[in-house]
T-cell receptor, first 116, second 114 residues
Framework: DTAVSQTPKYLVTQMGNDKSIKCEQN?????MYWYKQDSKKFLKIMFS???????INETVPNRFSPKSPDKAHLNLHINSLELGDSAVYFC???????????????FGSGTRLTVV | AQTVTQSQPEMSVQEAETVTLSCTYD???????LFWYKQPPSRQMILVIR??????QNATENRFSVNFQKAAKSFSLKISDSQLGDAAMYFC???????????FGTGTRLKVLA
């Protein structure tokens, strides 16, 4: 069973279109994230939800909107796609144990978005 | 500002040899966590090892170990008995306790030579 699954794995679309990427985790984790990895492999956080509540909202164009219908799902919707949005988008999740201990992320396999 | 620096964009190691990847970070926090992640060509990000800053003992996971020097803000990864499957991008990451945000380094590409 895939722990963190993202769909689609590849997405090619034209400028100006609207697209969504879906993420689901079956690990029972409380916190989910979206990261963007650019062409130089740099990873930057975009958003994070903890139990459906938005807790991190980095400086990201408001064309990007996350939605978390429940704590197992975190989707990313992108409006009016631009060439610069081309990147790999990773979903991740992490547990919390109630004691403040920090554990590593479990990542999805990424979605390669290409805007043409 | 909290930053993570990986000064080696690329490293090579002979199969069965040992290699060390360096990572330094800048923080004024005293309580935090450090991680190494591996990203093979498959693109999947895989957690390699985790270190709690309040623990002086260096973390180890099989052939992977770290050299954590808190005062120097250094967190290097040692891979022993390198295998072809170790070829990947390796990312160092820092996360302060009490926050949800990781800060990643720029990565080191490791090549393993047969």
């Amino acid at each position: 069973d895939t722990a963190v699954s993202q769909t689609p794995k590849y997405l090619v679309t034209q400028m100006g279109n609207d697209k969504s990427i879906k993420c689901e985790q079956n690990l029972g984790h409380d916190t989910m994230y979206w990261y963007k990895q650019d062409s130089k492999k740099f990873l930057k956080i975009m958003f994070s939800y903890n139990n459906k509540e938005l807790i991190i909202n980095e400086t990201v164009p408001n064309r990007f909107s996350p939605k978390s219908p429940d704590k197992a799902h975190l989707n990313l919707h992108i409006n009016s796609l631009e060439l610069g949005d081309s990147a790999v988008y990773f979903c991740a999740s992490s547990p919390s144990d109630g004691w403040g201990n920090v554990y590593g992320y479990t990542f999805g396999s990424g979605t390669r978005l290409t805007v043409v | 500002a909290q930053t993570v620096t990986q000064s080696q964009p690329e490293m090579s190691v002979q199969e069965a040899e040992t290699v060390t990847l360096s990572c330094t970070y800048d923080t004024s926090e005293s309580d935090y966590y450090l991680f190494w992640y591996k990203q093979p060509p498959s693109r999947q990000m895989i957690l390699v090892i985790r270190q709690e800053a309040y623990k002086q003992q260096n973390a180890t996971e099989n052939r992977f170990s770290v050299n954590f020097q808190k005062a120097a803000k250094s967190f290097s990864l040692k891979i022993s008995d390198s295998q072809l499957g170790d070829a990947a991008m390796y990312f160092c990451a820092y996360r302060p306790s009490g926050t949800y945000k990781y800060i990643f380094g720029t990565g080191t590409r490791l090549k393993v030579l047969a």
